[in-house]
């Protein structure tokens, strides 16, 4: 593949299928040779990588300070309280996007990579603006690419190919969506949409996957019946229905959800073999117990999987990599 050495990954939507496939076969080749061969693999000793934090996190956080721990580097971390992210509310808006500019200057300076996770997507785009060192999103309101790497990562291992598979998301039009929308337009991924009414993603977003979709011959389907969509699914996807940010919809989302939760008599005429991702984190609302702890669900390794996936994506803006281990089938 091509070198990446260098690129910010803020979204799906700036990689070629190849690059992605290539995140996706270093991710796995590390998870074979640390994880299954216990091989100790240090490529990036004496790296740092910085993490800034305007929203709280377990996985990400978790996923990027231990897999640069495996590589050999180093991560730090700021949360909202130590850099005074925490403050949403439009008034700090224009404060807040002249703090990004800061940071990424002063961490320009000092680390060799920085990770993210913001409200708008546009301080993300200021920090790779301003920033001279590659910037990794670690979610915003309108994008999660790491998530879906770690995703589709999870449903080759299960099923051993990518293309052609149909996935089925029921829920919010959400960050985790549009992404996902990116990557399966991108790998020729069929995609069914259930949303609620006004939960729409992003229409500029579904514009663009749809393009792109349409080149690459994967199939969208874009409504909001939940059983239309899981029918002949290979895998059921949600996420939560409040995102960050959105607590105080609270009540007025879970009644506008209704419907939309995952439970097996919605699953009825899914595919044969269907199998369960969720993000993390989890709320009873929106799939019952008797899936989430099924068989069927691989949310676990799907967590895991967020830490090989971010690892290869640290290593590849960081050097040149060609894996060991054959390429696996996408
Ligand atoms: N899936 C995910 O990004 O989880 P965290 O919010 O815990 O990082
Ligand atoms: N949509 C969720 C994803 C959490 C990983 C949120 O933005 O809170």
Same mark, same amino acid.
């Given at each position: /593949?091509?070198s990446?050495?260098?690129?910010d990954f803020?979204?799906?939507?700036h990689?070629?299928?190849d690059?992605?496939?290539q ?5 796995k ?7 299954d061969?216990?091989e100790?693999f ?5 790296k740092t990588?910085?993490?800034?934090f ?8 978790m996923?990027?300070?231990l ?10 971390f700021?949360?909202p309280?130590d850099?005074h992210?925490?403050?949403s ?5 224009s404060? &807040?996007?002249?703090?990004?500019n800061i940071?990424?200057r002063?961490?320009?300076?000092m680390?060799?990579?920085v990770?993210?996770r913001?409200y708008?997507?546009d301080f993300?785009?200021?920090?790779a603006?301003e920033?001279?060192i ?9 994008l999660?690419?790491?998530?879906i ?5 999870t449903?080759?291992?299960h099923?051993?190919y990518?293309?052609?598979l ?9 960050n985790i969506l549009?992404?996902?929308m990116?990557g399966?337009? *991108?790998?020729g991924?069929d ?6 009414a006004?939960?729409e ?6 514009e663009?996957?749809l ?5 690459t011959?994967a199939?969208? &389907?874009? /409504?909001s019946?939940p059983?239309?969509? #899981?029918y ?5 996807v ?5 995102s960050?940010?959105q ?5 007025k989302?879970i ?5 939309y939760q995952i439970n097996? *008599?919605?699953?009825?005429e899914a ?5 369960? &991702?969720h ?7 929106e799939v ?5 702890y ?8 799907e967590a895991?999987?967020r830490?090989?996936? #971010?690892?290869a994506?640290m290593?590849?803006?960081l ?7 054959p390429?696996?089938?996408?």
């Amino acid at each position: /593949g091509r070198s990446l050495v260098g690129r910010d990954f803020i979204s799906l939507k700036h990689f070629r299928a190849d690059d992605i496939k290539q995140f996706l076969w270093t991710a796995k080749d590390l998870k074979t040779r640390m994880k299954d061969n216990g091989e100790i693999f240090q490529p990036l000793k004496g790296k740092t990588a910085a993490l800034i934090f305007q929203k709280r996190s377990t996985r990400t956080r978790m996923s990027t300070e231990l897999g640069m721990a495996k590589l050999g580097g180093h991560a730090a971390f700021m949360g909202p309280e130590d850099v005074h992210l925490g403050a949403s509310q439009e008034s700090f808006c224009s404060k &807040l996007f002249s703090l990004f500019n800061i940071f990424a200057r002063v961490l320009s300076g000092m680390a060799d990579i920085v990770l993210a996770r913001v409200y708008g997507q546009d301080f993300l785009d200021e920090l790779a603006n301003e920033a001279s060192i590659p910037v990794i999103s670690g979610l915003s309101d309108l994008l999660h690419p790491l998530q879906i790497l770690a995703d589709f990562m999870t449903l080759q291992e299960h099923f051993g190919y990518l293309r052609g598979l149909k996935i089925a998301w029921i829920g919010d039009g959400n960050n985790i969506l549009h992404s996902l929308m990116y990557g399966c337009a *991108k790998l020729g991924v069929d995609l069914n949409v259930a949303t609620p009414a006004g939960y729409e993603p992003d229409p500029n977003i579904t514009e663009d996957a749809l393009k792109i979709a349409g080149k690459t011959g994967a199939n969208f &389907l874009m /409504g909001s019946d939940p059983v239309q969509a #899981v029918y002949r699914a290979d895998a059921i996807v949600t996420d939560t229905w409040v995102s960050m940010g959105q607590e105080e919809e609270k009540k007025k989302r879970i009644k506008d959800f209704a419907g939309y939760q995952i439970n097996r *008599k919605m699953l009825k005429e899914a595919g044969g073999n269907w199998v369960f &991702l969720h993000c993390l984190p989890r709320k009873q609302e929106e799939v019952t117990d008797d899936i989430f702890y099924s068989e069927e669900s691989l949310v676990w390794q799907e967590a895991e999987n967020r830490m090989w996936t #971010v690892m290869a994506v640290m290593l590849h803006l960081l050097q040149p990599y060609t894996p060991i281990n054959p390429m696996p089938k996408f």
